[in-house]
């Protein structure tokens, strides 16, 4: 817990409205209380003495509550006082965006057609930076680049500088599997290796449900089960944001001395996103790829984080102390 030094006890304590009011050091609160309780009955005591003498004198003594409204101000001073000592603090949920996102890049050949310029992959990248530059450092980042197999290259973390090196270390090679993708992606949320079985049945790998993934590709997939590897992230608890990256007309790319004609498949990509419980968005231009950052909404996570209030019971003794000193001087007209 943030806030709280080593080696120190903290409790915490139910409060009315549910929030939870934490002590980093509730010997000192009891101590104080005590101190407290034994000025409060030193100074009954005392009254009562003081009553006693004057009586016996047969002198009239100072009569009405407020005759001991200092004191009495003075006390609950110090009793306020015991309890900033012991290190107060409220656990307040502050919503932030937090969690995992891993960028999968599609680095097949169709990538590299020139439909949205300079060129598919070029323009993936731009706007992959862009994505990374808008997050938070609360936000882990990895790097999947991805063809008829994937491969990690950025594991996640909150050093975007290392997500940002390896989208520019990206280069167009081979097929396109989605599939493989999107498994190699939870790979690299879980930190174990996820392979589906081949009679389908998914792996177990527990609920993520802060992990996004964010997949820029053409859709054009050329191998591996795409279906059963988004049911799989659906059933963890994963998101796939796909960003469709090229236009329905296509372009002509050059592959091996030939020249073949590839185009966006949007149908799969939204597929893929709705199975997930993601979204599907289109970029058939460099512009509106530049505002994709803005357009994917990462979930915000619900943390508590504490709020000192050991300022506020100092400042209010403070003004407990200044009272009781007035009401003192005025009655008795002396500062002592």
Do not use: C
């Not at 980093?24 to 000025?39: D, I, K, N």
């Not at 177990?204 to 049911?231: C, K």
């Not at 050059?254 to 893929?272: E, F, K």
């Amino acid at each position: 817990m943030s806030g709280i030094g080593p080696g120190r006890e903290v409790v915490a304590m139910s409060g009315f409205a549910g929030d939870r009011l934490t002590l980093s050091s509730p010997l000192l609160l009891a101590a104080g209380l005590l101190v407290t309780a034994a000025l409060a009955w030193a100074a009954v005591v005392s009254a009562r003495r003081r009553r006693s003498a004057l009586a016996a004198a047969g002198v009239a003594g100072p009569g009405g509550r407020g005759a001991y409204l200092g004191t009495g101000l003075t006390i609950a001073a110090v009793g306020v006082l015991a309890v900033a000592t012991a290190g107060p603090a409220a656990m307040v949920p502050v919503p932030r965006t937090a969690g995992t996102v891993i960028l999968a890049v599609d680095v097949s050949n169709s990538m590299g057609a020139g439909d949205v310029a300079p060129t598919r992959l070029a323009a993936a990248q731009r706007a992959a930076r862009a994505f990374v530059a808008a997050q938070p450092d609360s936000v882990d980042i990895g790097v999947v680049a991805f063809e008829r197999g994937a491969l990690t290259t950025a594991r996640p973390d909150a050093d975007h500088s290392v997500a940002l090196r390896a989208i520019d270390r990206l280069r167009i090679t081979g097929g396109t599997s989605l599939g493989a993708a999107i498994t190699a992606s939870l790979t690299a949320i879980t930190g174990r290796q996820v392979v589906i079985g081949r009679d389908g049945t998914p792996p177990d790998l527990g609920y993520w449900p802060s992990a996004t993934i964010v997949m820029f590709s053409d859709g054009q997939n050329q191998g591996g089960d795409v279906e059963r590897a988004a049911a799989v992230a659906q059933k963890a608890g994963v998101r796939v944001h796909t960003v469709g990256v090229g236009t329905a007309a296509g372009a002509a790319v050059r592959v091996d001395g030939y020249h073949l004609q590839t185009s966006l498949d949007a149908d799969t990509l939204t597929t893929i996103a709705r199975t997930t419980g993601g979204a599907y968005h289109p970029a058939a231009d460099a512009a509106r790829l530049d505002g994709i950052a803005d357009t994917i909404d990462l979930r915000l996570t619900v943390s508590d984080k504490p709020l000192p209030l050991a300022g506020g019971l100092i400042g209010l003794a403070l003004v407990l102390l200044a009272a009781g000193a007035a009401v003192t001087v005025f009655r008795s007209g002396r500062v002592i």
